[in-house]
C-alpha cells in the first residue's frame, strides 16, 4: 500500500485534503484526472447504496485545473428514475463558495436483472504475461504515477499497446475502496498507456474520460489495451478496452488536446 490519495477533513464528510500522490505527471501542482474520477464516483456509488440500480457509464469532464488542495466532493440525483437515472458529482476548491466546479462526473444508473442466459464478451480473456520495462520517461515515478504498479505487455499485433496495472494506494483514508472506485483510480491512465506522440516532444492532456461498462469489475488489477489516434489540426481521441482477471468488461475514450512543447 502506497497511503491514500485523499483524507476526509470536514465533518458533514465532503472537504477532503489531496495527497501527493493524486500529483499529475504534466504538473505535480494538479491533480492526475484518475484520483477526482475516483473520488467523485466514490460520492455517487454512496447515493445509489440500497437501490437496484448499477452504473452502466461514467463520464469525467475535467474542467480546469484541479489543484492538489483540499476540495469539496458533492453529488446529486439529476434525473430520477426507478430503472434509468441520472446521476452527476462535482468538484470544487474548498474555502470558496463561489469557485466554479473543477471537475465533474455523470452516471448513467440502471436497473439490473438476470441476463446470465445470454452474456457475452466482446473479446477473449486477457492473460498477462511477463512485465516488459517500462518505457524511458516513466522512470523514477512520482506522484500519481508511482502509487500505481505497471506492467507493460506485448503489444497488440494491431498496433495497440497493453498493460496490466494496479492502483497500490487508497481511496480515501481508513475507508474500504470498491473495486469500481479503483478501476476509475487505473483507467484515466488509458491516455499515456495508448500515447501516440513523444512525451519529450508534445503535450497531450485529455479533457475527458468516458466509460461504458457491460458488467461491474472485480478485484484491484486491471488492463488497458489502447491506442491514440492524432488530428491534423491540435485534437485527438484514444480509445482502449478494459479488462479484470476475469475478462473484458468495458471501454474507455478520451478527447485529446495536443500542443508542441
Known sequence: MTGCYYRRLS??????????????????????GSPPLALLTKSIEELLVGSALRIGRLTLDILGAIPVAPANARAWVERPGRRISLLVAEMTPA????????ARVTAWALATSDTRDVASDRYPKLVEG??????????????????????????????AAVFWLTPEGQLVDGEETSPLQRLMLAVDSANG??????????????????????????GADFALRARGSIGPDGIGVTSSEIYDRTGFIGTCAQTLFVQRR
Not at 95 to 102: F, Q, T, Y
Not at 194 to 213: I, K, P, Q
Request: glycine share 8%; net charge negative.
Open 11 to 32: 465533518d458533514d464528510g465532503d472537504t477532503f485534503e489531496s495527497t501527493d500522490i493524486t500529483c499529475s505527471n504534466w504538473d505535480p501542482a494538479i491533480q492526475h
Open 95 to 102: 474555502g470558496d463558495d463561489a469557485a466554479r466546479p473543477v
Open 130 to 159: 511477463p512485465a516488459r520495462p517500462l518505457p524511458t520517461h516513466w522512470w523514477g515515478l512520482t506522484g500519481y504515477l508511482g502509487s500505481v504498479e505497471w506492467r507493460p505487455q506485448v503489444d497488440d499485433p494491431a498496433g
Open 193 to 218: 498507456v495508448g500515447s501516440a506522440l513523444d512525451f519529450h516532444r508534445f503535450t497531450y492532456m485529455n479533457t475527458d474520460t468516458v466509460v461504458h461498462l457491460h458488467r461491474l469489475p472485480v
